[in-house]
């Protein structure tokens, strides 16, 4: 919840650049791995479930951080 | 897992085309209502909440708590409902839609792809609230409910991502 209100302060404040997107894409990588981790509760689960969503947001943001980067 | 494929590529997609046309969807960016999707994103996370309360409460073979933790879960999901309905009828009497521009052609498609999904949660939370009430869950099988509880976390995860991405990344 905390790091949701950071992020829409961020967006009502209007401040952009690279490190602000950068920090923006981070922050919602992290609340989606909690996500996976505490409400899926996969940090729990044996096998490769884990690993798919840590793989997913990883794949996701360094393809999302490429192109923000590319459009700097 | 199909989903979360299809969604990736929504949003790579979005990504490496703003590239080409950072001012059009910085512009058009700035026009949405952040507060709306604070809400919405609030919504989800509390709706997700309630579904882990829901099952921790049916592995005590609490089925009266189980039930009212889904139907808090479901309200949540209707709040979101309404909000992004609000959100999309006020696009539409400002005569904007997915013709208008490349920014709002993803921002309709990505977010009413997302909206049918949670649409579709509601359905199938809607159904392990019914099966809850009548006792088909029980302590020991609760696999039903585990994963409607897993899918709602899907569509909470994704929103994580498409909130900032298309709302607040400038």
């Keep these: ?72 | 897992m199909a989903e979360l494929l299809v969604f990736a590529i929504f949003f790579i997609t979005y990504a490496f085309t703003r590239a080409a046309h950072v001012e059009l969807f910085n512009t058009h960016q700035s026009r949405l209502d952040t507060n709306l999707a604070l809400i919405n994103t609030l919504c989800l996370i509390t709706s997700s909440y309630f579904i882990i309360r829901a099952v921790a409460a049916m592995r005590e073979d609490s089925h009266q708590q189980s039930f009212r933790w889904i139907i808090a879960a479901l309200a949540m999901g209707l709040i979101f409902i309404l909000t992004k309905s609000a959100e999309y009828i006020h696009h539409y009497q400002q005569g904007v839609n997915l013709r208008t521009n490349l920014f709002y052609m993803f921002y309709f498609s990505m977010t009413f792809f997302h909206f049918m999904h949670v649409i579709l949660g509601m359905v199938i939370l809607a159904a392990n609230a019914y099966k809850t009430r009548i006792g088909d869950y029980s302590a020991e099988d609760l696999t039903g409910l585990e994963t409607g509880a897993s899918y709602w976390h899907m569509v909470d995860m994704v929103w994580l991502i498409l909130f900032p991405l298309v709302y607040i990344m400038r």
């Design chain 1, 1 to 72: 919840m905390g790091l949701t209100l950071l992020t829409w302060l961020v967006g009502l404040s209007g401040i952009n650049g690279l490190a602000v997107v950068f920090s923006v894409l981070g922050v919602s990588l992290l609340k989606a791995n909690l996500v996976g981790d505490y409400f899926m509760g996969l940090k729990w689960v044996s096998g490769g479930w884990r690993l798919v969503i840590l793989v997913w947001l990883a794949v996701l943001g360094s393809l999302l951080a490429t192109a923000f980067y590319i459009a700097r």
